[in-house]
């Protein structure tokens, strides 16, 4: 009898949800975008590296130093400057293809790289907000409530009470809404959520036909 309040201790209490999976995200978006060419990329290629960063290691430091809400502002900012550099690159693109300026290696790759990004880029929104954002899905001892329904918040009770999402979790949902269009395995309950999943499939739909008109031309 003595050993069970031990054990549901032991089952409630969780580990805070690791952030360098996310820090890597964001930086790899930087990195995807300084390897774009001059014509779609704004400024030098490592302006946006240099902002990123400077966005970054705040936003760290008041995470270790349990200022939840300046991580969470210096977070929404850093999303907010890569989604608008991503959509610009995209935008340049389709602008160019008509003048055929690009080389058609230099089309895949770009593209490639912006698909990729695309993913980083919702998979961190989706990290960032999905049922307060991970500073407050730390402070709960399961996840039972979000805007995405994952498969472990469908099991019996008695299963899995320590359950949280991960950033792979999201990840693997943004992968799936940029290849199948649809998050296959996880419903989608909130309007914001379904308004996000519909920018980032439209975006991976334009990218996938672009590089397919593109294709049919070069053939």
Request: glycine residues 4%.
């Amino acid at each position: 009898m003595e050993s069970q309040p031990s054990s549901s201790t032991h089952i409630e209490a969780t580990a805070p949800e690791p952030r360098w999976p996310a820090v890597i995200a964001v930086l790899a978006v930087a990195v995807l975008h300084a390897a774009l060419p001059e014509s779609l990329r704004f400024g030098p290629y490592w302006l946006l590296l240099a902002i990123v960063t400077a966005l970054l290691i705040p936003a760290v430091i008041s995470h270790r130093r349990g200022n939840h809400f300046l991580n969470e502002v210096l977070g929404y900012i850093l999303l907010g400057v890569l989604t608008a550099a991503m959509i610009a690159s995209l935008a340049a693109l389709v602008a160019s293809l008509p003048y055929h300026r690009d080389s058609p290696q230099h089309l895949l790759l770009s593209a490639s790289s912006l698909w990729v990004a695309n993913v980083l880029v919702f998979a961190s929104w989706y990290w960032r907000l999905d049922a307060g954002g991970p500073n407050q899905r730390d402070k709960r001892g399961r996840h039972t409530d979000g805007a995405f329904l994952f498969p472990q918040m469908m099991l019996p009770s008695h299963k899995d009470r320590s359950w949280s999402p991960r950033f792979v979790d999201y990840l693997f949902l943004a992968f799936n809404s940029s290849t199948a269009f649809s998050p296959t395995d996880t419903p989608v309950l909130t309007r914001w959520a379904k308004l996000m999943m519909i920018i980032q499939a439209s975006i991976s739909l334009t990218t996938v036909v672009l590089l397919a008109a593109r294709a049919v031309n070069i053939l």
